[in-house]
């Protein structure tokens, strides 16, 4: 095996790699991105790829995990480690697309590595969607939007409450129900 | 990274801007270099084309 190869498995254990979600988030973001584009936990950067190939946009794929980084540099997107909108400046981006980690856990059963932080919202599944939320508007160019992914086991009122608070107005541009939850992927406009 | 990465990152601290420093590129990207908050002072490594522009104390702990 080459080091290459190598480092490419070790990358795949440690990212979290494309499923149901990333199918629905990037089938809104491919109908709803416009101008420039990030997305916040880009994990393997599938999703970021697919708005950068079909529809031309310049992608920035962010993760705090460094092979996720290296994952969406290698499909051609722009890598960036980072925790959530952190280091991206004042009205930066047209469009912001998240698929955050939201699984409700238990603080006694985490297991503590890259793969948990993939796929963790804490103890109510929204410890992640929380802070973004607070932060996504300052990053968020006049006119801009954000593309949410909310699962039905993160509590879809509660994410609610947390849009509305956050101070934008929001509609469904997917939604589409699985065995054990429903995913939706809402677009986030500042209210009126 | 591309050098217009510039246009939309800051200092995650304080939201100052970076200076570039380049340690080495090919013609489209920066490979290698530092990424220095003109305002904090903070440092932020670019290695394998790639910035780490977490906060300091999350790097750390990501690093282990």
Redesign the interface.
Known sequence: MTDLTERRGLDDAVVYQPAEDSGLLAEAAVAEAHG?V?EVGTGSGWVAEQIAEKRGL?V?GSD???HA??QA?ERGI??????LC?????A??DTVCFNPPYLPTDPDNEWDDWMERALSGGESGRELIEPFLADVGRVLAPGGVVLLLVSSLTGYDEVLALIEAAGFDHEVVVEESFPFETLSVLRLERAE | ??E??M??????LD?ADLDLDVADRDEEEILDGTLTCTECGET?PIE????????PD??DE?AA
């Open positions: 420039r990030l310049e920035v705090r995990n460094p980084a290296r540099r722009e890598g960036v480690v980072a925790d952190g280091p991206f400046r004042t930066a981006f | 990274m591309k217009s990465l246009d939309v990152v800051c200092c995650p939201k932020y394998d084309g790639i910035p780490n522009l977490l906060p999350m790097r990501a």
